[in-house]
């Protein structure tokens, strides 16, 4: 247990280290105004964009574990080098919500040494790390036919593939302590540039690390807190540039946001106008070319990922748009099946309703209503209750301004789009920046029992989110302090867990048959074939079932099948059946070896 | 610095800023009531209402 802890923290702190490394390689884009903080932050968070954009196509020709190593030596080498740009990072530390940052930092850190379960319905298994377990094992980053998401843009999911390489399952789910805390940081910036300073900076990554609504897009899996890094640094860095070079660096953040999500393609156009957009004082040519500058960058820098899928998939983004794809032939998919995925998405991102007085209703809803739609416990009342205070009391301040448009622009595209609460973390950073400046400005003009009220809200905003982070985490808690409990939890919540037992430990087995589409092929560590994707994929097109799988499956090379009853099918090989050979038996699941003629 | 000290003017001055104090203490009190109504109490009824009048 102790080897498998040292080896995911050692990965960890390697990993960090080489994505620095390749942060050092663009810092001379940074404006020049950017404080320690910000471009320290934006250093380790462009790093990491960098580093996962290089394992990407680096990947692409290879990808085991010795091609692994060699791009992050070449990243820590780097920090190595260059580590004299991190010195003289001095914070001054506020302790209250330092000790609150540090205990959710740490209670992500413990919780994610806890092995991994969960069924279809759980995003990690599904998706985020059943790329990179199969990446490793094929030596090369190749779409999933039977996993779309595993196709979306895929920025992060490389990086947990390094991670994962280097030190076990557990490094990935270990890598939401830190970066979470890139996000932590860069939120913290952005309100050091809105006129805070360095004490009340640490209660906007206080209020933001207590946010249930954040914290839930921050962890097992989830890519959406560092989407949301690479969006609030590349606003930082846009609302400070002047010169081209800046530009360039800011449409590279776009370029990292594109690559990490597909809401990206939406929220980026609209982050470059209003960035490039400087009022009266820039004629309009200046900011159409600096706008141009900073979309071609961001365009060059998602390239790869959907030049990837456009060459192998066909259609850059996968699955394509419903108008777009009646136009294309979808591979892996039929018509039937593309209309249930998209019916899918449409019912995810229902959330608080459409209409005006749904979008005015947002303020009320957001804050005590999210996790009506996976909102997982909201933002906390301190963003409502000081929020328009701090935009009335920094007004003046062009950058607050133009702070306040963006969140703006993001959570109107957010409601008009998925109205997903993960999605909408980037406003999330922002609003918690208006909070801390309406905070401070209500301190200062109140009396009293003006201030008391004030420090109560703050303080049920923090108490109330840590309290329902904590008990959310209890399990993951106990699960990585008791291996016992662990097993337990693995044979309780992993569907099938003695049948993927067997199929591990037996070296008979070489390549299995999944036909249930429910089945998580992310816990077999043998190469498998799904004909049945989770997301309605289709491998083979006269193939609609699994019955029409059996005749076909000498073509598929496996040597044993999984069959299960699940809600959505019962057994499906025929009993005494002479192709194959039951070798192991539990409820409800069995496992034949399949035999050749 | 003469019409500063009339007192008609100032005030008028000082009523703007007391307003403003009083708009944002009672505002962070509802903001604090709100929370323990709907998230400690657990009532639906905010819901409810929402629900009926079609915003959700």
């Known amino acids: 247990m102790w080897l498998t802890i040292i080896k995911a923290i050692g990965a960890n702190l390697f990993v960090a280290m080489a994505a620095l490394g390749f942060g050092t390689w663009f810092a001379p884009l940074f404006p020049h105004s950017l404080s320690r903080l910000a471009r320290i932050a934006c250093t380790a968070i462009g790093g990491f964009g960098l580093l996962g954009l290089t394992l990407f196509v680096v990947g692409q020709i290879s990808f085991h574990r010795w091609t692994v190593w060699l791009v992050l030596l070449v990243g820590a080498v780097s920090a190595i080098f260059e580590r004299k740009q991190f010195r003289g990072l001095l914070v001054t530390i506020s302790k209250v919500p330092a000790i609150v940052v540090g205990c959710v930092l740490l209670l992500t850190a413990i919780a994610g040494l806890a092995p991994p379960i969960g069924d279809w319905n759980t995003d990690g298994i599904s998706y985020h790390y059943v790329g990179p377990k199969v990446w490793l094992r094929d030596g090369i980053i190749r779409p999933i036919p039977d996993n779309a998401p595993a196709s ?12 994962r390489a280097t030190g076990g399952e557990q490094a990935p789910i270990l890598s939401a302590s830190w970066t979470l805390g890139l996000l932590l940081a860069i939120a913290a910036a952005v309100g050091l540039r809105a006129g805070l300073d360095e004490r009340s900076c640490w209660w906007v990554a206080a209020l933001l690390a207590t946010m249930g609504a954040l914290y839930e897009g921050s962890h097992s899996g989830f890519i959406d807190a560092v989407y949301a890094a690479f969006l609030l640094g590349a606003i930082h860095l846009g609302l400070n540039a002047t010169e081209k070079k800046h530009f360039v660096g800011f449409g590279f953040f776009c370029g990292l946001a594109m690559a990490t999500k597909y809401p990206a393609l939406v929220t980026v156009p609209s982050i470059v106008l209003c960035c490039s957009w400087r009022g009266k004082e820039t004629r309009p040519w200046t900011a159409m070319s600096t706008a141009a ?10 390239g790869p990922i959907y030049l990837r899928n456009w060459l192998l998939l066909g259609t ?7 108008a777009a794809a009646a136009y294309l032939h979808v591979k892996y998919f039929t018509t039937e099946g593309l209309t249930s995925f998209y019916q899918y998405a449409v019912w995810r991102g ?3 309703g459409r209409g005006p007085l749904a979008f005015l209703l947002l303020p009320y809803n957001l804050t005590y209503h999210t996790a009506n739609f996976h909102g997982a416990g909201g933002i906390g009342i301190a963003p409502l209750a000081f929020g328009w205070i701090g935009l009335a009391a920094a007004w003046r301040d062009r950058f607050v301004r133009m702070l306040a448009l963006i969140g703006l622009v993001l959570v109107s595209i957010w409601f008009a789009t998925m109205q997903e609460s993960r999605y909408l973390i980037s406003f999330y950073g922002i609003i918690a920046v208006f909070a801390i400046l309406g905070w401070e400005a209500a301190r200062r003009a109140l009396g009293k029992r003006g201030k008391f009220l004030c420090g109560l809200a703050v303080a049920i905003s923090l108490a109330y989110g840590f309290t329902l982070m904590v008990k959310s985490r209890i399990p993951d808690l106990r699960a990585a302090c008791s291996p016992s409990y662990a097993h337990y939890r693995q044979e309780t919540e992993i569907p099938y867990w ?3 037992n067997y199929i591990n430990g037996s070296p008979e087995v070489t390549r299995v048959l999944f036909l249930d589409r429910s089945i998580p092929a992310y816990y077999s560590d043998k190469d498998y074939v799904k004909p049945f994707g989770q997301w309605w994929e289709q491998l083979y097109v006269d193939a609609a079932t699994p019955r029409d799988i059996l005749p076909k499956i000498e073509g598929l090379h496996p040597s044993h099948v999984l069959d299960v009853i699940s809600a959505e099918s019962g057994f499906q090989i025929p009993a005494h059946s002479p192709q194959y050979r039951l070798v192991f038996e539990r409820p409800g699941q069995r496992i034949y070896q399949v035999i050749y003629r | 610095m003469l019409t ?10 000082r009523l703007p800023k007391k307003f403003f104090l009083v708009l944002v203490e009672s505002w962070v009190f509802t903001t604090i009531v709100a929370f323990f109504v709907v998230r400690v109490l657990g009532s639906n009824l905010v819901s409810h209402w929402l629900n009926r009048i079609g915003a959700r």
Do not use: C, M, R, W
């Open chain 1, 498 to 500: 003695n049948s993927f």
């Open chain 1, 293 to 302: 500058i900073a979309l071609a960058a961001a365009f060059v820098t998602a």
């Open chain 1, 152 to 163: 979306y843009p895929s920025l992060v999911e490389v990086v947990f593939a390094a991670l």
């Open chain 1, 350 to 352: 229902n959330g608080l």
């Open chain 1, 316 to 322: 850059p983004i996968y699955p394509p748009p419903p």
């Open chain 2, 4 to 13: 500063q000290d009339k007192p008609e003017h100032s005030i008028n001055s």
